[in-house]
């Protein structure tokens, strides 16, 4: 696997810790009208790891998250990347760290329709003005299966082509983590399969750091671990999460109660 030569940091070793929060508090609103989203939720995700984070509606994991990647302020508590606390940048930093060192997947694609599907994959890199390695770009187009889709526009692509498209411009800069946000939620079993699929592997084989919010527990179990939070807290840790294992604690919740750990 080559590595960018002009890239802003090297890459994480694995197990090394790339992320974490450490007692994140977020509260929206004042008085009584106050509603706290997080209440001291602490977790460190390391490199070379894919990590769910679950939780029934309202629990506060995509607060959690948004909060990771800085995309939201903590009320109390911090957030890290590396050695950076997020609190401590002002706004332009922040947005040079998210370009340089963080990767996204949403939901909704995000592409920019005038653009083909390589100029939305390099489009991070060329805001950052970073160049990407040739090698790394290829491997990714050719393990995406989008080597013969490159010079296509995304209404020229499936629902499954342009999840995939993006997942490739989330990894084109070789970040030091991807937030994914329902990555598969608008998309077919088999699509949501072959995307869930290449984010298992970039963690396992690449040594790619991914951070998953969803609510389908076949999807919670192709990561390697499970986070569940319950109104606002951290509330249950699953290594190697199964479908029926991850069902089961949800239905933990709806019956109001905390499976046995």
């Known amino acids: 696997m080559s590595q960018r030569s002009d890239a802003p940091a090297s890459s994480p070793r694995f197990g090394e810790v790339v992320a974490a929060g450490h007692h994140v ?6 008085g009584e009208t106050a509603v706290t989203a997080l209440a001291g939720v602490s977790a460190q995700f390391v490199s070379g790891e894919f990590t769910a984070i679950m939780g029934p509606s309202g629990s506060g994991k995509s607060t959690f998250m948004h909060c990771l990647a800085g995309l939201d302020t903590p009320t ?6 590396g ?12 947005t040079k760290l998210r370009r ?17 599907a390589l100029e939305n994959i390099t489009l991070p890199c060329d805001l950052a003005g970073i160049t990407p390695d040739p090698a790394w770009l290829q491997e990714l187009v050719s ?15 499936s629902g499954g082509q342009q999840q995939r498209v ?18 598969t939620g608008n998309l077919d079993s088999r699509a949501g399969a072959q995307v869930l699929s290449f984010l298992q592997m970039s963690a396992e084989i690449l040594g790619q750091t991914v951070v998953m919010v969803t609510h389908d527990p076949v999807a919670a179990a192709y990561a390697g ?13 699953m290594a190697k999460p199964s479908a029926a294992g991850v069902l089961e604690q949800m239905k933990a919740f709806d019956a109001g109660q905390q499976a046995v750990r």
Do not use: M
């Open 25 to 30: 508090t977020k509260v929206y609103g004042e």
């Open 143 to 157: 393990t995406l299966g989008l080597a013969d889709r490159l010079g296509h526009r995304p209404d020229q692509l």
């Open 76 to 81: 109390s508590g911090s957030a890290w990347i």
């Open 166 to 183: 993006a997942c490739a411009r989330a990894l084109a800069s070789r970040p030091a983590i991807v937030f994914a946000d329902e990555p």
């Open 100 to 116: 340089e060192r963080i990767g996204f997947v949403f939901q909704s694609f995000n592409l920019l329709p005038t653009l083909t």
């Open 225 to 237: 671990r499970a986070l569940f939070l319950a109104d606002g807290r951290l509330v249950h840790e």
């Open 83 to 94: 050695d950076t606390e997020l609190g401590s940048l002002d706004e332009a930093r922040l």
